[in-house]
């Protein structure tokens, strides 16, 4: 690429698999522009789980629920004052690899000379880009977003490698319930239809736990409610442990560092794992793999989809594509990857 840029800003501010599996933009804009400052402009929760990265060279936190309090009770001033600390940065180059209505705005409130993006970009979220690039929409989401670059003229190099905050591996290297060999579970989803069922979860547990293996169990603590029979399970056998609500993004991503084995939904542990190059077990339903599944780890997906079968993850009744998935098989395909 021409006149090469003295700073750039990222811009992918969700959700959280998405963020962990956008880490090769960020490395093969670094290995293009090795003396330019890199910032990343990320959801204010998921900031630690990009911050420690050694390419990038500082975070804009998007406050999305602040900024939805603001508009909602009509305080603009504090809205101004993250836009224009936005401007004041003065990238060179801003580049929405979300492609939706409030990254592209992002983008253009960046004020960079270059703004780049996907020509098909949702929302209209290409209206305040100076450079536009087709990619099909019917490729994984990480090719297309390497893809973009590649049009752009950078080079691809597609290293997910994550790096935890050292602060949370330090905090989970001190946890005595987190000394012992274990496999992390997430057995949580914001969407009904991408939940396997707990029971099967908890009996999933069981088996690893009887073979001596300890179980961590992951997710956000609003999602409590969804995994009672494994709570109830790790309120009995010390080997499961809960960690349901009380990890953060950080200490997640140093869990799953340290573990031997994910099991999990179609959530971000799973793109976690594939970052620290964990073994997972991925419990798939209505949801598109070769859009959106862990990249590169296909094989490592367990699913039962048939050709009339409707995927669509917002339909709660599509959770029966995950109740085909049965406990043996699951359990099976744990043991093979120890």
């Known amino acids: 690429m021409s006149d090469a840029p003295r700073s750039i800003l990222i811009v992918r501010p969700s959700a959280l698999g998405d963020v962990c599996r956008s880490v090769p933009v960020l490395v093969s804009l670094r290995r293009a522009f090795p003396g330019a400052r890199i910032d990343w402009l990320v959801q204010d929760s998921f900031v630690d789980a990009v911050r420690a990265h050694p390419d990038l060279s500082g975070v804009v936190p998007f406050p999305r629920r602040g900024m939805k309090d603001w508009l909602v009770s ?5 809205v101004g004052r993250w836009l224009r600390d936005l401007a004041e940065r003065e990238y060179d180059l801003a580049i929405d690899f979300q492609g939706l209505a409030r990254s592209g705005f992002f983008t253009w409130m960046s004020g960079a000379r270059r703004r780049v993006g996907f020509s098909n970009a949702r929302e209209g979220g290409w209206l305040g880009l100076t450079e536009s690039y087709s990619v099909p929409r019917d490729r994984h989401t990480v090719d297309r977003m390497l893809d973009l670059l590649r049009q752009m003229g950078v080079a691809p190099v597609p290293d ?16 005595p319930a987190l000394g012992e060999p274990y496999a992390v579970m997430a057995p949580t989803s914001r969407w009904p239809a991408k939940q396997w069922p707990a029971d099967r979860f908890a009996l999933v547990a069981s088996a690893l736990t009887a073979r001596g293996l300890n ?5 956000s603590g609003s999602e409590r409610g969804q995994i009672g029979p494994l709570l109830d399970l790790a309120s009995r056998d010390p080997r499961l442990v809960d960690r349901v609500g009380s990890t953060g993004v950080g200490g997640l991503l140093a869990v799953i560092e340290r573990s031997r084995l994910v099991i999990a939904n179609d959530s971000a542990a799973l793109h976690v794992g594939v970052g620290f190059d964990r073994p997972i077990v991925a419990l798939y339903g209505p949801t598109r793999v070769e859009l959106v599944g862990p990249y590169g780890r296909e094989r490592d997906v367990i699913r039962h989809v048939g050709p009339g079968d409707t995927l669509d993850h917002k339909r709660p009744d599509r ?6 998935i049965g406990v043996d098989e699951v359990v099976a395909a744990a043991l093979a990857r120890l």
Do not use: C, F, K, Y
Request: glycine fraction near 10%; charged fraction near 25%.
């Open 215 to 219: 179980v961590v169990l992951v997710g």
């Open 74 to 78: 009509g305080r603009l001033a504090p």
């Open 319 to 324: 959770v029966t594509l995950m109740q085909r």
């Open 160 to 175: 997910l490698r994550l790096h935890a905050p050292p602060e949370d591996r330090a905090r989970v290297g001190a946890d």
